[in-house]
């Protein structure tokens, strides 16, 4: 007999017809025979409906009463599925995270997940049980109501069925899968059958939004296999796995291009070029919480001096830039730069281990279609480039059809 974790997000639970459809669903599984354990969202809009609430009063609200607000949502769902369940004919019951329990740290509002009970979790499953816990929730070892961060139910899902040991952890969404890339940016963007964990996670930090990444690093961790599909339409949706160990079909050289129009670049010009120069550079940066992504240090010029350009959350722009002027004054650079109508493509794929001329084949598309690369940076999996905002669309294309993300099955 298998054991399913099933994940339903907020949409598929956003009404009570819907809440009855999962139901239907759910049950459908159960009569199969399988263990079931379901995890829910909030109704979509109730998380930001009680975060809103929360600001109505306090300027900064409080974490600790936060979490016990935005908790809410979730046992909403829970209690009315278990009763839709119920109603069914079928034996449920649901679950807050702290009654499972899901013991997480004390970080309020972004709380870690430390361990996972499961005894009482067994004998439900044991007496013929569909356990229905709340997502996105625990309790820290003072007893206190802790949440995830936002999207956390992902998270919960692929938590317990690490802890449970289950055939497969199933998310379902409002989409039927992950894609090469972004539909409504390509047409022929097609659904990939499987991705691999290392895959998703650039994917996911790369800026396609299916998934939550913790849930794909903790899956990854723990090896569980991990299924995104749609709640409104059949089909076998992607599965997320490792893939590479079992897999004797040749892998495509890319599996995915993922694009973020989130950074904005800074450079710094002009400055002396001796050891230690970046560090002076980058770290007041980072001291002030400001994340770098992309790095470029250009060759020294005959002058001594060199220049320097870096990325960052374009919500950080300001701030970064503030930092780098300072730097700039006590360096005696030349001058600071700014451009916040940058955005990052990124191709990624395990298959590019095993491949040469990836890169060429990435900047030659790109250089037929005009698109004039700012900076690129490169991991075993992926390669990235900063490029003018305006060819974002163009340059996606341009990549997805070089290596023919259309057609390939895989
Ligand atoms: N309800 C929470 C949120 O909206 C958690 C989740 O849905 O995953 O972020
Ligand atoms: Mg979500």
Do not use: W
Request: net charge negative; aromatic share 4%; charged share 25%.
């Amino acid at each position: 007999m298998s054991l399913f974790v099933q994940k339903y997000g907020g949409t598929s639970v956003g009404s009570i017809e819907r809440i009855e459809a999962v139901a239907d669903k759910v049950a459908a599984f159960r009569a199969q025979g399988h263990g079931m354990v379901v995890v829910l969202s909030a109704m979509s809009g109730e998380t930001n409906r009680l975060i809103d609430l929360a600001y109505q009063i306090q300027e900064k609200p409080d974490p600790r009463e936060l979490d016990v607000l935005v908790s809410t949502g979730e046992q909403v769902t829970i209690a009315l599925l278990s009763m839709a369940l119920k109603k069914r004919g079928y034996d449920a019951c649901s679950y807050t995270g702290g009654q499972v329990k899901i013991l997480t740290d004390n970080a309020h509002t972004k709380a870690r997940i430390q361990s996972i009970d499961v005894e009482r979790m067994r004998v439900d499953l044991d007496d013929g049980k569909v356990i229905v816990v709340a997502g996105f929730q625990g309790v820290d070892d003072d007893g206190n109501i802790t949440t995830l961060g936002r999207g956390g139910s992902d998270t919960t899902g692929v938590a317990l069925a690490a802890a449970l040991d289950a055939t497969e952890c199933q998310i379902y969404t409002d989409v039927d899968g992950v894609y090469t890339t972004d539909p409504r940016v390509v047409d022929s963007a097609r659904r990939l059958d499987r991705i691999t964990f290392e895959e998703m996670l650039e994917m996911a930090s790369l800026g396609s939004k299916v998934l939550q990444i913790r849930a794909v690093e903790f899956a990854g961790k723990y090896k569980v296999p991990l299924r995104v599909l749609s709640t409104f339409e059949e089909g076998n949706g992607t599965l997320i796995s490792l893939d590479e160990e079992d897999n004797d079909m040749e892998q495509p050289v890319v599996s995915g291009i993922a694009f973020n129009r989130d950074e904005a670049k800074l450079t710094i010009r002009g400055v002396p070029d001796t050891p230690g120069v970046a560090c002076r550079i980058l770290a007041p940066v980072g001291g002030d919480n400001i994340e770098v992504d992309v790095i470029v240090q250009n060759i020294s010029a005959v002058d001594g001096t060199t220049d320097f350009t870096f990325t960052v959350h374009r919500n950080d722009l300001s701030k970064a830039r503030e930092v780098l002027e300072r730097a700039s004054a006590e360096l005696g650079a030349r001058e600071v730069i700014t451009d916040d109508k940058i955005a990052k493509v990124s191709i990624v794929g395990v298959g590019m281990r095993s491949h040469a001329n990836v890169a060429s084949r990435m900047f030659n598309a790109l250089g037929e279609d005009n698109i004039n690369i700012q900076m690129i940076t490169t991991s075993e999996i992926k390669i990235s480039v900063i490029i003018d905002e305006r060819y974002l669309e163009l340059a996606v294309r341009a990549l997805h059809s070089e290596f023919e993300l259309s057609e390939k099955e895989r």
